[in-house]
């Protein structure tokens, strides 16, 4: 039986694989797909050791490792990846940031049907971009990505770019109990409706912040992103003049950020390029100071004894190549506006929101704290969800985002990247295109993008307790 049933099997699969050859040698060698890569990504529970001296703490992971293993793509050319789950709950893949068709955008629900525990599913794109990406869930979006699963998706240029090495480093921010494990109370009404769960631990690519040796004269390109769930990070390199070179994966004019400091709100990636121009053996802090009052040293340069690699800095251009974003037309944009409302106000008291719908204890059971033009969608995404807009395909969207809240929050846009025009009434200059932007309390932020790529998209806060709890919406390119 056995025998005859794989001969059956065989035996069709044998004529699939005849004909397709007989076709590919049919046409010419020009309209022959590429060949695809094919990569699997495993979910499951694991163990990590995120704070060094030999303690676990227990995480879901990806292919057992937090954060994930670093998928390098490469442009324009085809990948498949087959994600299975071992977790006993629904999950996706979302790959933030990479511009692809709707329905490998990983949002359950709205895109795809949620892959559920013990079944895959197969992602199939082909990445238009160069840059720093990276890869999470969108199912349980707190929960998951709060317990560790997230990884870093690079997408080379198809021409190397002259620094002498390229670092990464994937932050995340864990809130861990005295014995090192995972703090229950995802959700709860405190961090929805203000700040987000900001953690205690923060690690580089999943351990304590440890030494980065460099050499004196050495170029690095140094990729920055911040997985966390809701810690804002601001960095600064001691003694050293960092220059950015991309935002959100995409390159800009190179420029040295204001003040010196690198702003990476969760979901956000810079990559800088650093010139090692310290003293031998000599230790330079890198420190994050983003929160009042709160700094500390994350980690440090440390050179080494040896000589330089060169005298001076290398003498090359510091300009990325130019990623295919179609420009927009602002003369004929159509205008769209996002109201953020909701939160913690002062005196403890919860924003009124008009129209706002689910009200009740704020954050607990997806219920709302936030909401979007009085709108509040909690959750992940699911079917049904309502656009707020329409773009004809092919229409410049000029969007402003208003920030009415307290609170910090860095707004994502799903399948395009956004040429940010100005904040608060002043230019944005280095000309950055950013799929997540950064809205102080009270900011005002005009951005612009081309609709080419139809589908439903979301569009939400990356603090997953705010998205979770409502500032969260969709629109859709028909
Ligand atoms: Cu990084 Cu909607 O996600
Ligand atoms: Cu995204
Ligand atoms: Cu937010």
Same mark, same amino acid.
């Given at each position: 039986m056995n025998s005859d049933f794989s001969f059956v099997v065989s035996r069709r699969r044998f004529l699939q694989v005849a004909s397709a050859a007989a076709a590919a040698a049919m046409q010419p060698s020009s309209l022959r797909a590429a060949p695809v890569e094919d990569r699997r990504i495993a979910v499951a529970p694991g163990q990590a050791s995120l704070t060094g001296g030999g303690g676990q703490t227990a995480v879901w992971a990806y292919d057992g490792t937090v954060p994930g293993p670093t998928l390098r793509l490469r442009q324009h050319e085809p990948v498949r990846i087959t994600v299975e789950n071992g977790l006993d709950e629904d999950t996706t893949v979302h790959w933030h940031g990479i511009r692809l068709p709707n329905a490998m955008d $990983?949002?359950? $629900?709205?895109t795809q049907p949620p892959i559920k525990p013990g079944q895959s599913f197969v992602y199939e794109f082909t990445p238009p971009d160069a840059g720093t990406f990276w890869y999470h869930p969108h199912a349980d979006s707190l929960v998951q990505l709060g317990r560790g699963l997230a990884g870093a998706l690079i997408v080379e240029e198809r021409e190397p770019v002259s620094v002498d090495r390229e670092l990464l480093w994937l932050l995340q921010d864990w809130r861990l109990t005295k014995d090192g494990q995972i703090a229950p109370g995802f959700g709860n009404m405190m961090d929805a409706a203000m700040s987000g769960r900001v953690g205690n631990v923060v690690t580089i690519n999943g351990g304590p912040p440890a030494d980065q040796k460099v050499r004196v004269g050495e170029r690095v390109r140094l990729r920055l992103a911040n997985a966390s769930l809701a810690r804002i990070i601001a960095l600064r390199f001691e003694g050293h003049r960092p220059i950015v070179v991309a935002i959100d994966g995409q390159p800009c004019d190179p420029h040295e950020p204001d003040g010196g400091r690198l702003v990476l709100a969760p979901a956000m990636r810079i990559d800088i390029v650093l010139d090692m121009q310290g003293d031998p053996s000599k230790r330079y802090a890198v420190t994050d100071d983003f929160y009042d009052s709160l700094a500390y040293s994350l980690a440090n340069l440390v050179y080494d004894t040896g000589p330089p690699l060169r005298p001076h800095p290398l003498d090359a251009p510091l300009r990325l190549p130019a990623n295919p974003l179609p420009a927009p037309d602002l003369a004929e944009a159509e205008r769209q506006e996002i109201v953020l409302q909701g939160g913690m106000m002062g005196g403890g008291k919860l924003a009124g929101v008009g129209g706002m719908m689910g009200m009740g204890m704020p954050g607990m059971n997806g219920e709302a704290a936030w909401a979007i033009n009085g709108v509040s969608m909690t959750g992940d995404g699911h079917a049904g969800m309502a656009p707020q807009f329409t773009l004809k395909r092919g229409t410049t969207c000029h969007l402003t985002m208003r920030n009415q809240t307290a609170w910090w929050h860095p707004m994502h846009i799903h399948g395009f990247s956004m040429l940010v025009l100005s904040r608060n009434g002043s230019p944005v200059p280095h000309r950055q295109w950013q799929d997540t932007v950064l809205l102080a309390p009270k900011d005002m932020i005009e951005c612009a993008f081309v609709a080419d790529n139809p589908g439903d998209w979301m569009l939400h806060c990356h603090v997953a307790d705010h998205q979770m709890a409502g500032l969260m919406t969709v629109f859709r390119v028909t």
């Open positions: $990983g949002v359950p $629900g709205l």
